[in-house]
């Protein structure tokens, strides 16, 4: 045959020019492909999902964070909380462990802030913290608030919650002075209606920039009460809407208050719903466990979830839990708190100076009955002594275990920790 089967010099010449279009076609791919994905990853959130040296695809950026400004680590961002919450709980084992009964008792109250001698009581009982009414900033400067409580800090063996009640709306101790904000802040119903959950989520922080720059470290807030009734008596207070939407203002509100590490309180539990006002008498709640299931709990839920490190009870007799005794003193609705709802962190007592609980308890100093049925911080004014005595008297004598205090001031002190109060240790 004239070839020998092998293909003439015109064959070999056709098949190098299909080679090297074929390469000049794959190269020019290659280079559009490479352009492409550097401007699409220009432009495009998260960009394209790059190849790793093992050749396997990673997931896109958006997979891995929610919003821009979290890490892109979920996993990191987990070890790093677990490690900083073992490192204060380390040191609040460590605190613990070398304080005195007295030292003990003394942290499980917040009084309200003695009118005189405030920085007395604190060398004699050096209390968990102290709560302000807004006669403790009446005619006062900022600067005068500052150094106020700062002698109150300096004075403390231990440093303190000094709280008060901003909510907004009817019950502001602060914002009400000209002298120490530029305006009252708004109901969480009006800042809702006027700017939506953005305008709830700003006014917080508002709240809490403020609070803290007088040297206040935990806002009694927020409300999480659900009512939709402008009749009840929590309404004006409330955010005036239906369960859930109530567990979304509790979450922005949560959310925005860790946002400035300033620490919020969850009230009332279990819901004050249509309930009259405790400070006058007690109040009773006929209404089903199954109501509170489905409605009341859930705001109170979405705070827990959200990392609230504290709850606050109601004075509230809430016949479906207890029949006979006001929450703060009911053992069983703080077993709803504690197991139905696994919260961990610290319960406190709506203040036990209501008349809800003093015609109760018929004159009687209620701290050690609140203490036994599950509060961790006894809110209360009155005498700081005769409060501060009940309680030590009660641990000598067995009415309270050791252990039982032990528990409380571990909760206490870990909150203190974690909040950046106590920073020594």
């Known amino acids: ?59 896109p950026a958006e997979s891995k964070t929610k919003t821009p400004d979290k890490p892109s680590s979920a996993g990191s961002v987990s070890s790093a909380a677990e490690k900083s919450t073992a490192g204060c709980e380390e040191a609040a084992e460590k605190k613990l462990a070398g304080m005195s009964l007295g030292e003990k008792v003394g942290q499980i109250f917040i009084f309200e802030c003695p009118s005189s001698g405030a920085v007395g009581s604190v060398k004699s009982y050096d209390p968990g913290g102290y709560c302000f009414s807004a006669d403790d900033f009446k005619d006062k400067s900022a600067d005068e608030v500052k150094k106020t ?26 914002s009400c002075f000209p002298a120490l904000s530029d305006e009252k802040f708004k109901s969480p119903q009006e800042v809702y209606a006027k700017g939506g959950m953005q305008a709830v989520t700003n006014d917080t922080i508002k709240k809490a920039v403020l609070l803290k720059s007088l040297g206040l470290n935990v806002n009694l807030a927020p409300v999480c009460d659900v009512s939709t009734d402008p009749s009840d008596f929590i309404y004006a207070r409330s955010f005036g809407k239906d369960a859930q939407s109530t567990a979304a203002f509790v979450t922005a509100s949560v959310q925005a208050y860790k ?7 969850l009230k ?15 109040v009773y709640d006929s209404r089903s466990m199954e109501t509170f299931e489905k409605s009341d709990l859930l705001p109170f839920i979405a705070g827990i979830n959200e990392g609230a490190p504290c709850v606050m009870v109601s004075h509230n007799i809430v016949k479906s839990m207890d029949e006979k005794s006001p929450a703060s003193l009911s053992t069983a609705v703080h077993n709803v708190l504690r197991e139905k709802l696994a919260f961990k962190g610290v319960i406190m007592t709506d203040d036990l100076s209501m008349g809800a609980v003093t015609k ?23 005498s700081p002594a005769e409060s501060f005595n009940a309680v030590y008297k009660a641990v000598k004598n067995g009415s309270i275990s050791e252990e039982r205090l032990d528990e409380s001031v571990r909760r206490i002190l870990l909150w203190k920790y974690e909040a950046g109060i106590i920073t020594d240790g």
């Open 360 to 382: 109760y308890e018929k004159g009687k100093n209620a701290c050690v009955e609140a203490f036994n049925a599950g509060n961790d911080i006894l809110l209360t004014g009155g």
């Open 259 to 265: 946002s400035k590490n300033m620490s919020c309180v």
């Open 1 to 59: 045959m004239a070839d020998g089967g092998t293909g003439g010099p015109g064959k070999i010449k056709k098949a190098a020019v299909a080679l090297v279009l074929f390469i000049f076609i794959f190269a020019a791919a290659f280079g559009v492909y490479r352009v492409a994905g550097m401007i699409l990853q220009n432009i495009l959130p998260g960009g394209l999902a790059a190849s790793s040296s093992s050749g396997k695809s990673e997931a």
């Open 149 to 174: 409580l700062a002698s109150y800090q300096n004075a403390a063996k231990t440093k303190m919650f000094l709280c008060c009640d901003e909510e907004g709306g009817t019950v502001v101790r602060v």
């Open 268 to 282: 009332h539990f279990p819901g004050y719903g249509g309930s009259g006002d405790t400070h006058k008498g007690a």
